[in-house]
């Protein structure tokens, strides 16, 4: 599961553009879930790209 914190998010939009899966889109000023969170393949990218630390991934 990927989750995104909004506080904590920026609105830089580097997470969306970096996702495999494409399931990542901006909603106004922020990054959000906006495809299937069951297509995430947990590869970790927009972890280790958003700046701010605000998107974690728990396996399942
Ligand atoms: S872990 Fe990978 S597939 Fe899942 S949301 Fe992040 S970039 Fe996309
Ligand atoms: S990379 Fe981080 S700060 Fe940038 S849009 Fe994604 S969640 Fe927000």
Do not use: F, W
């Not at 922020?30 to 700046?51: F, L, R, Y």
């Amino acid at each position: 599961m990927v989750a995104i914190d909004d506080e904590k998010c920026i609105g830089c939009a580097q997470c969306t553009q970096g996702c495999p899966a494409q399931i990542l889109g901006m909603v106004g000023a922020k990054a959000e879930v906006t495809g299937d969170a069951a297509e995430c393949m947990g590869c970790q990218s927009c972890v280790m790209t958003c700046p701010v630390e605000a998107i974690t991934v728990t396996e399942y």
